[in-house]
Nanobody, 118 residues
Framework: QVQLVESGGGLVQPGGSLRLSCASS????????MGWYRQAPGKQRELVAV?????????NYVDSVKGRFTISRDNAKNTVYLQMNSLKPEDTAVYYC??????????WGQGTQVTVSS
């Protein structure tokens, strides 16, 4: 059984920072990618950032977070992080971790709330 444990969400003022963590465990044969998605009320879930676990570790970000968010990995711990700086009210959403293994199976975390408000 695959488990993804997310942490690090919370309430922060505009301009503040948060770091999200997602630790994977269980029967994941090998990871291909780990990423973060978010869903705001009344909106579709969108990709925020993704990192390839194998090889070069290339990353990709949605335009709205480029220069503010950084995704990183700790392969030994099967953990991915999302450092979020210069947060804006429009970043408010539930953030979900997603893992894809080498068989293209997808696994989702339970989500963690990020609220940016003064």
């Amino acid at each position: 059984q695959v488990q993804l444990v997310e942490s690090g969400g919370g309430l922060v003022q505009p301009g503040g920072s948060l770091r999200l963590s997602c630790a994977s465990s269980g029967s994941i044969f090998r990871l291909y990618s780990m990423g973060w998605y978010r869903q705001a009320p009344g909106k579709q879930r969108e990709l925020v950032a993704v990192i390839i676990i194998t090889g070069s570790g290339s990353t990709n970000y949605v335009d709205s977070v480029k220069g503010r968010f950084t995704i990183s990995r700790d392969n030994a711990k099967n953990t991915v992080y999302l450092q979020m700086n210069s947060l804006k009210p429009e970043d408010t959403a539930v953030y979900y971790c997603k893992v894809v293994d080498l068989y293209s199976a997808n696994y989702w975390g339970q989500g963690t709330q990020v609220t940016v408000s003064s």
